[in-house]
């Protein structure tokens, strides 16, 4: 395993970024977080973990980064909500892609050995390839959110040419678990999970037959620490490769909380794809990666999580 001493994670009061920081501690790296809190909270910090609340566009961002000075960096700080960068897509790309092109671009030059991005899976596509999407599928976003992400995923390319660092994008399915926000980065198992613990009426946006890939967050940390110890650079699907349509998703966990909810459905979203998965061959090939959270499993842990905020 490298030796990595010090690690930075942008986002580390968020729901994936803050599992990360606290698989971090475990290992007993000193983990310097940093978060605007706009989505995150506080209290998902380890309290081992060195906080500085500050946006990434911040004009001190670049300072901070240089008296940190971490051999690797976690990037997750993002404008995570598809349905905000459809409304505004210049907000969108002012964080999702000037923020990590400026972060990578001083990273290269203060000598972080490994960079780690957490890019999206499924709004890199669109419908008219069939997933599950492996690395080899052209991306073909049809958000502003995907076409940010992507052209981030570019400009870290750029600087791993440029400065000579180990650069790895994740890009991830959707994730799901404890700690999942209900807002920005919310997705339809934490925000049916709060509903249906509070008893109240979930509504399945469409016809509700919209698939997706869904991996627990536990593996996604999983992922995410075999990138930082495994010495490999490039692009990496993470999923599970099997798609789940949100009627299913309702179904399942109506059952769980004792099948007393109707299924009721309002208007669908814009700019979200028919249908997702990703194929993660490569990553069990190159990372000895694979999911072990089956759904039934997650759904179950995930409700008990949200039950207990009640």
Known sequence: MPNYKTALV?????????????????????????????????????????????????????????????????????????????????????????GTLTLAHIAGKIGVKKFIFTSTGGALFSDEVR???????????????????????????????????????????????????????????????????RGEQVIINGDGKNTRDYVHVSDVVSAQMLAMT???????????????????IFRRMNKIIGGKMKEVHGPACQGEVRRSALDSRRARRELGWEPKIKLEDGLVKTIAWFQKLK
């Open 10 to 98: 942008t986002g580390g009061a968020g729901f994936i970024g803050s599992h990360i920081v606290d698989a971090l501690i475990k290992r007993r790296v000193k983990v310097y977080v940093i978060d605007n809190l706009a989505t995150g909270l506080k209290s998902n910090v380890n309290p081992n973990a060195r906080f500085i609340q500050m946006s990434i566009t911040s004009p001190q961002m670049p300072s901070v980064l240089r008296k940190i000075k971490p051999d690797v960096i976690f990037h997750l700080a993002a404008q995570a909500d598809l349905r905000c960068s459809v409304q505004d897509p210049p907000n969108d790309a002012k964080t999702n892609i000037l």
């Open 230 to 248: 495994k010495p490999v650079t490039g692009v990496y699907h993470i999923g599970t490769g099997r798609e789940v349509d949100v009627n299913t």
């Open 131 to 197: 997933p599950p999407y492996s690395e080899a599928t052209p991306p073909c976003p049809i958000s502003p959110y995907g076409i940010a992400k992507r052209a981030a995923e570019t400009y870290l390319e750029y600087e791993h040419k440029l400065h000579g660092f180990k650069t790895v994008v994740l890009r991830l399915a959707n994730v799901y678990g404890p700690r999942q926000a209900l807002r920005g980065e919310a997705g339809v198992v934490s925000i049916f999970s709060r509903k249906m613990s």
